[in-house]
C-alpha cells in the first residue's frame, strides 16, 4: 500500500486513494492544518498535482507491526518535486517520516490513519506556500 501511495501520487492518479485509505480515514500533517479526511485528501493531491510537472515519491524502510486485523506502519519517503519539464533544477525536495494505522477490510488491507511527519525540505517551496 506505501508502494501504490506513491505511485498513485507521482502518476496524477489520486482517486486511487480509495483503493488504499478507508473512506473513514484521518489524516494528519506536521506542516500545515490537518487535512482530514479522504475526500479531502483525494481533492488535496489533486490540487497539488497540478503544482508539478512531475513528483518522484521514494518510499523506503517500512516497519510493519501486525497485530491481529490492524497494524501499525512506519516508513521513510524522500521526494521530489519538480516544477517544469523544462527546468528540472527548479525543484522542491522533503524528507518525510509516515506513521501509518493499517485495517483488514473486506476489501483486503487499507490505511485508516496517516500522520506525516517533515524532517527536512530543501529547495523552491513557492508553490507549496499558496498551496
Same mark, same amino acid.
Given at each position: 500500500?506505501?508502494?501504490?501511495? %506513491?505511485?498513485? $501520487?507521482? =502518476?496524477?492518479?489520486? =482517486?486511487?486513494?480509495? @483503493? &488504499? #485509505? @478507508?473512506?473513514?480515514?484521518? #489524516?494528519?500533517? *506536521?506542516?500545515?492544518? /490537518?487535512?482530514?479526511?479522504?475526500?479531502?485528501?483525494? /481533492?488535496?493531491?489533486?490540487?497539488? %498535482?497540478?503544482?508539478?510537472?512531475?513528483?518522484?515519491?521514494?518510499? !523506503?524502510?517500512? &516497519?510493519?507491526?501486525?497485530?491481529?486485523? !490492524? +497494524?501499525?506502519?512506519? +516508513?521513510?519517503?524522500?521526494? !521530489?518535486?519538480?516544477?517544469?519539464? /523544462?527546468?528540472?533544477?527548479?525543484?522542491? =525536495?522533503? %524528507?518525510?517520516?509516515?506513521?501509518? $494505522? *493499517?485495517?483488514?477490510?473486506?476489501?483486503?488491507?487499507?490505511?485508516?490513519?496517516?500522520? $506525516?511527519?517533515?524532517?527536512?525540505?530543501? %529547495?523552491? *517551496? /513557492?508553490?507549496?506556500?499558496?498551496?
Amino acid at each position: 500500500m506505501i508502494y501504490r501511495f %506513491g505511485a498513485a $501520487l507521482d =502518476e496524477k492518479r489520486p =482517486e486511487d486513494l480509495r @483503493t &488504499i #485509505f @478507508t473512506d473513514q480515514a484521518v #489524516f494528519e500533517f *506536521s506542516s500545515k492544518p /490537518d487535512i482530514g479526511d479522504l475526500e479531502s485528501a483525494i /481533492d488535496n493531491a489533486r490540487m497539488m %498535482g497540478k503544482h508539478f510537472a512531475r513528483t518522484h515519491h521514494v518510499m !523506503t524502510n517500512p &516497519i510493519v507491526e501486525l497485530d491481529g486485523d !490492524t +497494524a501499525t506502519v512506519r +516508513a521513510n519517503l524522500i521526494a !521530489t518535486h519538480v516544477y517544469r519539464d /523544462d527546468e528540472p533544477g527548479l525543484h522542491y =525536495e522533503v %524528507g518525510i517520516v509516515y506513521h501509518f $494505522l *493499517s485495517v483488514r477490510t473486506a476489501q483486503g488491507w487499507r490505511f485508516s490513519r496517516v500522520k $506525516l511527519k517533515q524532517i527536512w525540505s530543501n %529547495g523552491h *517551496s /513557492d508553490a507549496l506556500q499558496r498551496a
